[in-house]
């Protein structure tokens, strides 16, 4: 069974930066898109950032600059890092990935608390 568990969160103040990691475990056969979401209290899941195998990134609108999507295909890792974090960024950070096993299967992490204070 496939397992993501995310790290790197917590309490940081307006400003500060922040390195989200998140590791895939089981029997994976291959990753195609990694990325991160976030879902704050009373809104909707959005997109954060998501990167495709081959290196390809795209990020929310309003990361303005501010956040960097990394993979590492061979110790199976998409990390996030985080700058100029500001009150709006808190939420709870949530990992995906699309793995095969060989079938393809959606998986999300548990999810990693980030709260910024202003």
């Known amino acids: 069974q496939v397992q993501l568990v995310e790290s790197g969160g917590g309490l940081v103040q307006a400003g500060g930066s922040l390195n989200l990691s998140c590791v895939a475990s089981g029997l994976i056969f291959s990753i195609s898109d990694m990325a991160w979401y976030r879902q704050a209290p009373g809104k909707q899941r959005e997109l954060v950032a998501r990167?495709?195998?081959?290196?390809?990134?795209n990020y929310g609108d309003f990361v303005k600059g501010r956040f960097k999507i990394s993979r590492l295909n061979a110790k199976k890792t998409v990390t996030l890092q985080m700058n100029n974090l500001k009150p709006e960024d808190t939420a709870a950070y949530l990992c995906?990935?699309?793995?095969?096993?060989?079938?393809?299967?959606?998986?999300w992490g548990q999810g990693t608390q980030v709260t910024v204070s202003s």
């Open positions: 990167i495709g195998r081959d290196g390809w990134e």
């Open positions: 995906f990935m699309k793995i095969y096993t060989p079938e393809k299967e959606d998986s």
